[in-house]
C-alpha cells in the first residue's frame, strides 16, 4: 500500500510537556483519513508539523513518497493543499478575486479558477463579496482555495467547525467525493466522531498526544460489538439455553445477551431452535464512533 502521509514517533514537546507523543500516522493514498480526537489532543499540532508550520521535537515525517526536509519542503508543499483553523479571505472582495490573489502565489493558471468553484459549489456566488458570504460558503471558498493546483493531498483542520446541520451535510458529501472527484488523498480531522463516520474510510484516533487506533473504518468493528437482543416465541423453552450465559437479562419474550463471536452466536440460534424457542428476531447492537472512543479512553469527546 502506498501512503501519502507517513511519519514515525513523531513528538511534538512545548517546556518538557509531550503535546504530540510518538505518533506513527499511515495515510493510505486515494483516501479519506479523519483524524479524531478531543479538542487539545494533539491534531492540530500533528497537522502543523506536516505543513511546516512547527519544527518537530523529535521523529520523521514523509509526505508524497519523500522525507521531508530543509531542501525539499517548498517543493512537496507545493503539492499540498491546506485548511488550518479558519480560511484567510478579504471580505471586501469577491470569492473570484480571492481565489485569484491565491493563484497569483501559486503561480495556477487562471482556469483552474473555474475548476475549484464547481468543485465546491460556488459558481454562482464567485462575484459576490466574501463578507456576504455564510460560514459554511467561506469554508468552502477556503476548500477552493486549497483546491488550486490540483494538489495530491488535502489536509483539512475541523472544516465542519461552526456549521449547521445543513452546512455539515454539505461539507461531508463535498470532503467524501474529493478522491474520486479531484484525485487528492484527504488528511481531515474532527471531534464530531458521527460525522466523521459519514465521510472516512481510514481513521486515527488520538487523545492526550498518543495514537490509541489506526486502521480502516470496518477494523473498529472489534470495538463496535455491543449487546444482542434475541425475541422469541418460546422464552421458557429458550430459558434453560441461555442459563449458561452470565448477565442475561430477560423482559417476557426478549432477552438480552452480552457479546459474542459470530461462530458462538450461529450455534447459539441452533441450539435454540433445536428446543423450540421460536427465534422470531436476533438484533446486535452496534456501538457508535463517540461510544467506541469512550471506551478506548475512558472519557468523552467535549
Request: charged content about 20%; glycine content about 10%.
Amino acid at each position: 500500500m502506498n501512503y501519502v502521509v507517513e511519519t514515525t514517533a513523531l513528538c511534538k514537546q512545548y517546556a518538557g510537556r509531550p503535546v504530540v507523543d510518538q505518533v506513527s500516522l499511515f495515510v493510505p493514498e486515494g483516501s479519506v483519513y479523519g483524524f479524531i480526537g478531543p479538542n487539545g489532543a494533539g491534531k492540530s499540532t500533528t497537522m502543523k508539523m506536516l505543513l511546516g508550520l512547527l519544527k518537530p521535537s523529535s521523529g520523521a515525517i514523509h509526505l508524497l513518497g519523500q522525507e521531508m526536509n530543509a531542501k525539499n519542503r517548498l517543493e512537496l508543499l507545493r503539492q499540498i493543499g491546506s485548511l488550518i483553523e479558519s480560511p484567510s479571505c478579504y471580505g471586501h472582495l469577491t470569492g473570484e478575486e480571492n481565489l485569484q490573489i491565491v493563484a497569483d502565489l501559486k503561480n495556477v493558471p487562471k482556469g483552474d479558477i473555474d475548476r475549484v468553484l464547481e468543485i465546491v459549489g460556488l459558481t454562482a456566488s464567485r462575484k459576490k463579496k466574501v463578507k456576504q458570504y455564510s460560514l459554511g460558503m467561506r469554508q468552502r471558498l477556503g476548500i477552493a482555495q486549497a483546491l488550486l493546483g490540483s494538489p495530491k493531498l488535502l489536509i483539512l483542520d475541523e472544516p465542519t467547525n461552526g456549521l449547521d446541520p445543513a452546512g455539515i451535510q454539505e461539507m461531508r458529501s463535498l470532503i467524501r467525493e474529493m478522491p474520486r472527484r479531484c484525485g487528492a488523498t484527504v488528511l481531515i480531522s474532527s471531534h464530531l466522531l458521527s460525522e466523521m463516520e459519514q465521510m472516512a474510510d481510514h481513521v486515527g484516533i488520538i487523545d492526550r498526544g498518543q495514537l490509541l487506533f489506526q486502521g480502516p473504518l470496518p477494523e473498529l468493528q472489534q470495538y463496535s460489538r455491543g449487546d444482542i437482543t434475541l425475541r422469541v416465541l418460546h422464552p421458557e423453552n429458550a430459558a434453560p439455553v441461555l442459563s449458561g450465559f452470565e448477565s442475561v437479562e430477560q423482559t417476557r419474550h426478549t432477552f438480552r445477551l452480552p457479546t459474542m463471536p459470530e461462530d458462538q452466536l450461529a450455534l447459539l440460534v441452533q441450539q435454540l431452535a433445536g428446543n423450540h424457542a421460536g427465534v422470531v428476531e436476533l438484533r446486535r447492537h452496534t456501538k457508535s464512533l463517540e461510544e467506541i472512543f469512550l471506551s478506548l479512553t475512558g472519557r468523552e469527546v467535549k
